[in-house]
């Protein structure tokens, strides 16, 4: 069964940047949708972006312009780049994996922004 692991949170000033990485055990991004998901404190999940097999993108329209869904697919990685970070992006960030009705999740990565 495909693990994920996040790594790239942390805390960061108003204004500034961060990349979220995500690295899947195996290789499913031939199949798989790849997507970052944030949760804030007292809010419902939601999705900040994804990326297609096909290497289609969605992004949220709150982090659009600002935020940039990647994959290295030698690597078994996605990325999230997170620029003009606000204090309303403060969450947990988690990255899912989507195939065939089954979801898996990684174990998030918390983002805070300070203004």
């Known amino acids: 069964q495909v693990q994920l692991v996040e790594s790239g949170g942390g805390l960061v000033q108003a204004g500034g940047s961060l990349r979220l990485s995500c690295t899947a055990s195996?290789?499913?991004?031939?199949?798989?949708?790849m997507g970052w998901y944030r949760q804030a404190p007292g809010k419902q999940r939601e999705l900040v972006a994804s990326?297609?097999?096909?290497?289609?993108?969605i992004v949220e329209d709150s982090v659009k312009g600002r935020f940039t869904i990647s994959r290295d697919n030698a690597k078994n990685t996605v990325y999230l780049q997170m620029n003009s970070l606000k204090p309303e992006d403060t969450a947990v960030y988690y990255c899912?994996?989507?195939?065939?009705?089954?979801?898996?999740w990684g174990q998030g990565t918390q983002v805070t922004v300070s203004s």
């Open positions: 195996t290789n499913i991004f031939s199949t798989h949708v």
């Open positions: 990326i297609t097999s096909a290497g289609n993108t």
């Open positions: 899912n994996a989507y195939w065939r009705l089954v979801s898996k």
